[in-house]
């Protein structure tokens, strides 16, 4: 069973940043590749960043390529994004998953999911 608790979503201007961060309690966080997925209000839910178990693949939506960073601490059992550059569009609940595997980019692929914590970006 694998927990994950998202936190630094918030309210910020166009252009401006944020970082989220997504807390696992996992003994074996290192297993699991993971994944930052987003759903604006009356929209599905769609994929933005993966990283594998090491750090080693990283994948991004091309919406958010090049002002999105993903990244993993193995250590603190933590995965981050890095949010540069925001624009309106950007504005979503944003949730954090995981799934027993090298890598994966598919919603149905994942089997845990975190709360979600909303951003918004003020034009």
């Known amino acids: 069973q694998v927990q994950l608790v998202e936190s630094g979503g918030g309210l910020v201007q166009a252009g401006g940043s944020l970082r989220l961060s997504c807390a696992a309690s996992?003994?074996?966080?290192?297993?699991?590749?993971m994944g930052w997925f987003r759903q604006a209000p009356g929209k599905e839910r769609a994929f933005v960043a993966v990283?594998?178990?090491?750090?080693?693949?990283?994948n991004y939506a091309d919406s958010v390529k090049g002002r999105f960073t993903i990244s993993r601490d193995n250590v603190k059992n933590t995965v981050y994004l890095q949010m540069n550059s925001l624009k309106p569009e950007d504005t979503a609940v944003y949730y954090c998953?995981?799934?027993?595997?090298?890598?994966?980019?598919?919603?149905?692929?994942?089997?845990?999911w975190g709360q979600g914590t909303q951003v918004t970006v003020s034009s």
């Open positions: 998953a995981a799934v027993d595997a090298m890598i994966a980019t598919m919603i149905s692929e994942y089997h845990y």
């Open positions: 996992v003994r074996t966080f290192s297993r699991y590749a």
């Open positions: 990283i594998s178990r090491t750090g080693s693949i990283r």
